[in-house]
T-cell receptor, first 115, second 112 residues
Framework: AQSVAQPEDQVNVAEGNPLTVKCTYS??????LFWYVQYPNRGLQFLLK??????LVKGSYGFEAEFNKSQTSFHLKKPSALVSDSALYFC?????????????FGQGTTLQVKP | DAGITQSPRHKVTETGTPVTLRCHQT?????MYWYRQDPGHGLRLIHY???????DKGEVSDGYSVSRSKTEDFLLTLESATSSQTSVYFC???????????FGPGTRLTVL
């Protein structure tokens, strides 16, 4: 069965410092991995995805994520955090061999960036 | 949120009443999804559609039904609302099975 774990409910970081939001996954086939961000009272916004190819994926707003097959991880990173990055972040996985396209989401990690 | 609207955006209803939520897209995408968001659970798939009149169940489908009579509209119905269905409901769309899913603004439903 597919699953996603985001081990931290909240991550706190000072503005200007690097940030990491962790995600590990489990699928039976090849993983399709996604990161979304949710601002208060808004829908989810797509940040980036990994399907195949280069393990380092670059996305919107300066975010990037590294796919690590041996550790089954897909951590979200940013070199220098902004206060405006404060939001709820979701990691999601889809089994590449599935014919339904269904996404499985982690429980979310709240990122708090302090000035 | 561009290209996807949900209605109503907020609704308060009573236990036992039927409720229908609407998702409308202008992108002509084939796939449409309904998720619910609850604290500590992330988003969980309720039902999805892979074409007009083609739908299937997700992981939390009990108590919900869906219909898709047109490409642009995907309706979610709570046949007899219960307090456990109090949640925020999101619609998502994608052009193909492997494409990125894009989400609507959500509907906050409260069942008293």
């Amino acid at each position: 069965a597919q699953s996603v774990a985001q081990p931290e409910d909240q991550v706190n970081v000072a503005e200007g410092n690097p940030l990491t939001v962790k995600c590990t996954y489990s699928v039976s086939g090849n993983p399709y991995l996604f990161w979304y961000v949710q601002y208060p009272n808004r829908g989810l916004q797509f940040l980036l995805k990994y399907i195949t190819g280069d393990n380092l994926v670059k996305g919107s707003y300066g975010f990037e994520a590294e796919f690590n097959k041996s550790q089954t991880s897909f951590h979200l990173k940013k070199p220098s955090a902004l206060v405006s990055d404060s939001a709820l972040y979701f990691c999601a996985v889809r089994d590449g061999s599935s014919n339904t396209g269904k996404l499985i989401f982690g429980q979310g990690t709240t990122l708090q960036v302090k000035p | 949120d561009a290209g996807i609207t949900q209605s109503p955006r907020h609704k308060v209803t009573e236990t036992g009443t039927p409720v229908t939520l609407r998702c409308h897209q202008t992108e002509n995408h084939r796939y449409m999804y309904w998720y619910r968001q609850d604290p500590g659970h992330g988003l969980r798939l309720i039902h999805y559609s892979y074409g007009v009149k083609d739908t299937d169940k997700g992981e939390v489908s009990d108590g919900y039904s869906v219909s898709r009579s047109k490409t642009e509209d995907f309706l979610l119905t709570l046949e007899s609302a219960t307090s456990s269905q109090t949640s925020v409901y999101f619609c998502a769309i994608s052009g193909a099975r492997t494409d990125t899913q894009y989400f609507g603004p959500g509907t906050r439903l409260t069942v008293l």
